[in-house]
């Protein structure tokens, strides 16, 4: 079982720079893949950005590639999400997930087991 808490969301202008944070419980992190995904209202939840368990893959959305950036430190299990370049349409809910069984991270959200409660970003114009 891993329990995943997200920080660090807010509001932001349009331009600004947020870190995420993903605290997860449990002492098998480091063999998860862990991905990012965001819900906007209206919308369906999307994904934003993966991650491998040692960390030496990511794969990003086409909508975030070049402005965000995951990464993830297994000695305090956690990961991060660095949002730069913000822009209004990246305002939503960001939830961050655990998947057990896949070394490099899914873009899929059905393949992930285990979820936060999600953070909400709200980026102004």
């Known amino acids: 079982q891993v329990q995943l808490e997200e920080s660090g969301g807010g509001l932001v202008q349009a331009g600004g720079s947020l870190r995420l944070s993903c605290a997860a419980s449990?002492?098998?992190?480091?063999?998860?893949?862990m991905g990012w995904f965001r819900q906007a209202p209206g919308k369906e939840r999307e994904f934003v950005a993966c991650?491998?368990?040692?960390?030496?893959?990511?794969r990003y959305s086409d909508s975030v590639k070049g402005r965000f950036t995951i990464s993830r430190d297994n000695a305090k299990n956690t990961v991060y999400l660095y949002m730069n370049s913000l822009k209004p349409e990246d305002t939503a809910v960001y939830y961050c997930?655990?998947?057990?069984?896949?070394?490099?991270?899914?873009?899929?959200?059905?393949?992930?087991?285990?979820w936060g409660q999600g953070t909400q970003v709200t980026v102004s114009s």
């Open positions: 449990g002492r098998t992190f480091s063999t998860y893949a």
């Open positions: 997930a655990a998947d057990p069984y896949d070394y490099t991270g899914s873009s899929f959200a059905e393949d992930y087991d285990y």
């Open positions: 991650i491998s368990w040692g960390g030496g893959r990511t």
